[in-house]
T-cell receptor
Framework: EAGVVQSPRYKIIEKKQPVAFWCNPI?????LYWYLQNLGQGPELLIR????????DSQLPKDRFSAERLKGVDSTLKIQPAELGDSAVYLC???????????FGEGSWLTVV | AQSVTQPDIHITVSEGASLELRCNYS??????LFWYVQSPGQGLQLLLK??????LVQGIKGFEAEFKRSQSSFNLRKPSVHWSDAAEYFC???????????FGTGTRLTVIP
């Protein structure tokens, strides 16, 4: 069974440029998460989807970040415009349903210069 | 409020020595607890989890963890460390109502020959 797939794995962009990350969760997993991991820190939730619905986006900086999960499967996280402080790892994760184990992808490593 | 504390930022052990990584949590209800491992440039891999039942849980790669409710702890152990175990280790508690993982800040493990 394939795990959570993310792309791109690595991205270097100049500040003020846009960037987008894509995630394909484990097949059949209804819950999808985007986490932000700063250097030397544990991951922190940005947004959680239950199927197509964003049920928790309280930590998503909505002035520059946006996300979508069309058709309740794949998801895209976008940053526009990127700032130097956005350099981090963006982790996508999924679980079968609420209360189940959460599985992570390999992460998208962003460097903003 | 829920929180996870990993008191050791960095631990160095010799290959073949035993290992114990500490984790303390704060959570009002019965906790669902996890240990994840992150190798350099990689995402998070699930090592083991505790939901209920036997307080000593076995995981992959020879790791085990013991849940101690009286001490609010979920320490990770391995009897004999291998050089490939060098990585960052994260303890996490699942907030079941919000279906979100709260992570500690991680413990970096260095293994010396």
């Amino acid at each position: 069974e394939a795990g959570v797939v993310q792309s791109p794995r690595y991205k270097i962009i100049e500040k003020k440029q846009p960037v987008a990350f894509w995630c394909n969760p484990i097949s059949g997993h209804n819950t999808l998460y985007w986490y932000l991991q700063n250097l030397g820190q544990g991951p922190e939730l940005l947004i959680r989807y239950e199927n197509e619905e964003a049920v928790d986006d309280s930590q998503l900086p909505k002035d520059r970040f946006s996300a979508e999960r069309l058709k309740g499967v794949d998801s895209t996280l976008k940053i526009q415009p990127a700032e130097l402080g956005d350099s981090a790892v963006y982790l996508c994760a999924s679980s079968a349903r609420a209360g189940n184990t959460i599985y992570f992808g390999e992460g998208s490593w962003l460097t903003v210069v | 409020a829920q929180s996870v504390t990993q008191p050791d930022i960095h631990i160095t052990v010799s290959e073949g020595a035993s290992l114990e990584l500490r984790c303390n949590y704060s959570y009002g209800a019965t906790p669902y607890l996890f240990w994840y491992v992150q190798s350099p440039g990689q995402g998070l891999q699930l090592l083991l989890k505790y939901f209920s039942g036997d307080t000593l849980v076995q995981g992959i790669k020879g790791f085990e963890a013991e849940f101690k409710r009286s001490q609010s702890s979920f320490n990770l152990r391995k009897p004999s460390v291998h050089w490939s175990d060098a990585a960052e280790y994260f303890c996490a508690v699942l907030e079941t109502g919000a279906n979100n993982l709260f992570f500690g800040t991680g413990t970096r493990l260095t293994v010396i020959p």
